[in-house]
């Protein structure tokens, strides 16, 4: 009876210290203690601090981060302010109806006297979906997404992003798919930079972004 006593007040002390950890996180972030070890929040669910861009675009609605675009000429992106190198970002993304065009920049910068941001992009949307795209750079496909990502994508909720960036490779999952694993070629590409949103030019979209949270990695992680 002993031995089940402590048995039981170590699971109690497991589940009170994931309890505390979880209540500890910033409102709207979904932090897990057990799955999420070692990762910090991008967003505090409340409002747009640690980030900058267009707010007539971009807002916070019910703890997301909401890109709502009437139909705008050019490419708009809510960014990071500080820059990062070697990291696994982690996200939900929703386009709404499962239309339009979106992404996550990252290891990217602002593009002087434009709205454009350059750099690599973990693609979202029409044909583009799990692709690694280089924005307002090599402005290219650089690796294909799999057809085996229809087998999970759900295109009008919820999906799962995986961005993963050490040293010059890459790797993309949606929904725990693999979408793209590559490795740069070009040692003269920048290897840091800041992480961004985007909402497309073009007709009328609404992308919304939530539980966004990023592990800083050293940069011979495997």
Excluded at 9 to 32: E, H, N, Q
Excluded at 72 to 82: G, M
Excluded at 88 to 101: I, T, Y
Aim: charged share 25%.
């Amino acid at each position: 009876m002993k031995g089940c006593r402590r048995r039981t007040l170590g699971v109690w002390a497991v589940a009170i210290g994931a309890a505390v950890l979880w209540t500890m996180a910033p409102s709207g972030c979904r932090l897990s203690a057990l799955e999420d070890d070692g990762f910090v929040p991008l967003f505090d669910g409340q409002t747009l601090d640690g980030w900058e861009g267009d707010q007539t675009l971009w807002k916070v609605v019910d703890r997301e981060i909401v890109g709502d675009s009437p139909g705008i000429p050019h490419n708009q992106f809510l960014a990071t302010r500080k820059s990062y190198g070697n990291f696994e970002l982690k996200l939900e993304f929703r386009l709404a109806a499962g239309r339009g065009n979106s992404g996550v920049q990252f290891r990217s910068k602002r593009v002087p006297d434009s709205s454009e941001v350059a750099g690599y992009q973990a693609d979202i949307g029409e044909q583009y979906w799990g692709c690694l795209y280089d924005e307002s750079r090599r402005n290219k496909i650089l690796a294909q997404a799999p057809a085996k990502l229809a087998d999970v994508l759900k295109k009008e909720d919820w999906n799962s992003y995986t961005i993963r960036a050490v040293g010059p490779r890459i790797t993309l999952a949606i929904n725990g798919v693999t979408t793209v694993d590559y490795t740069e070629a070009d040692s003269g590409i920048s290897r840091t930079g800041r992480i961004a949103l985007q909402v497309h030019s073009g007709p009328p979209l609404r992308v919304a972004f939530r539980n966004i949270r990023i592990r800083e990695l050293p940069p011979d992680a495997q």
